[in-house]
């Protein structure tokens, strides 16, 4: 009987053992699931639902779900459409697609105009003023974590201004806003990938 029970407690000691180290196996594969839910996800870079690489007809139907028709007396005549951003009136933007059949979004920017009498300035959502403009770059800035840089500009006639970019990038695809383009006429938002030539540049 005592040696019946010498050959059975190996057997019971080493099916324990089995059993703890499955059921470790199991804590740290949960473990590990556990901490990847809880980890933050990484935000795709998109405003108001434009995106790289969506195609044109997702490019279009964004674009229905977000404009709003002016009521500006220049429209009367012509419809116009604009849309907002951190509730600044802006215009449509613009759309770079790639060559391929599918037509995918490759770049796409807002423009901003400082002056109305500039040419194709003068509808609602065309202009923008330096603080209007800071508006939106901090709604941005909240959501992404941009990083910004101030330097000085000045234009043909001597005058000089405080020009700011603020870049965020990810996985090759950047986000940038600029407070003055080239022309210091006008203030730009981007959304491109690195090494992006505009090939087309197309409206929505």
């Not at 090494?195 to 197309?202: A, C």
């Amino acid at each position: 009987m005592a040696f019946g029970r010498l050959t059975v407690l190996p057997d019971m000691l080493l099916f324990r053992i089995t059993y703890m180290e499955y059921t470790m196996k199991k804590l740290i594969i949960m473990t590990a699931i556990l901490v990847g839910l809880m980890a933050p996800a990484t935000a795709e870079i998109e405003i108001k639902g434009f995106k790289l690489e969506m195609d044109k007809k997702e490019a279009k139907k964004t674009w229905k779900s977000h404009r709003i028709k002016s009521k500006w007396l220049n429209a009367k005549l012509i419809p116009h459409y604009y849309m907002t951003l951190a509730g600044i009136d802006v215009s449509k933007p613009t759309i770079w697609y790639d060559d391929s059949k599918a037509k995918q979004v490759e770049e796409l920017a807002w423009f901003f105009c400082y002056d109305a009498e500039d040419f194709g300035c003068a509808m609602q959502g065309g202009t923008i003023t330096p603080v209007a403009f800071a508006v939106i770059v901090d709604a941005l800035k909240n959501k992404y974590d941009m990083t910004c840089d101030e330097h000085e500009v000045q234009n043909g006639f001597g005058a000089k201004f405080t020009d700011r970019t603020c870049v965020y990038e990810k996985n090759g695809v950047i986000l940038k806003t600029e407070r003055y383009t080239d022309s210091l006429k006008e203030s730009r938002i981007s959304i491109y990938k690195k090494g992006t030539s505009k090939i087309n540049k197309d409206d929505i």
